[in-house]
């Protein structure tokens, strides 16, 4: 019922910015957590930041802060991660996931339920 739908990933320069975008549908009118994910060859999946209106909830990674901006449009249903200042390391897939639980918000990602396909992010050094 619930489907995910990520963009906005390509190549950028050091330094460079690209926006995700993560439309959603099939989401009620209760506020859940929606989060970005992302996960390089060969490492664990990770949380980069999450949100949940509802609490006033927006969190982090350590290694984004100051620099990724996670938002939502409720007109759209649209959930956006604006990356700025990008490094290679911030390369990537990049995912966008949601879950029934209508009060949690958890960093790990078996916690989620719901999952986009995915948009690779890319920068060059």
């Known amino acids: 019922q619930v489907h995910l739908m990520e963009s906005g990933g390509g190549s950028a320069q050091t330094g460079g910015s690209l926006r995700l975008s993560c439309v959603t549908s099939?989401?009620?009118?209760?506020?859940?957590?929606l989060g970005w994910f992302r996960q390089a060859p060969g490492k664990e999946r990770e949380s980069v930041a999450r949100?949940?209106?509802?609490?006033?909830?927006?969190v982090y990674h350590d290694s984004v802060k100051g620099r990724f901006s996670i938002s939502r449009d409720p007109t759209n249903h649209t959930l956006y991660l604006q990356m700025n200042g990008l490094k290679p390391e911030d390369s990537a897939m990049y995912y966008c996931?949601?879950?029934?639980?209508?009060?949690?918000?958890?960093?790990?990602?078996?916690?989620?339920?719901?999952w986009g396909q995915g948009t690779q992010v890319t920068v060059s050094s």
């Open positions: 099939g989401i009620t009118y209760r506020d859940y957590c």
């Open positions: 996931a949601t879950t029934s639980d209508g009060f949690g918000c958890s960093s790990r990602p078996g916690w989620f339920q719901y």
């Open positions: 949100t949940h209106s509802t609490a006033g909830l927006t």
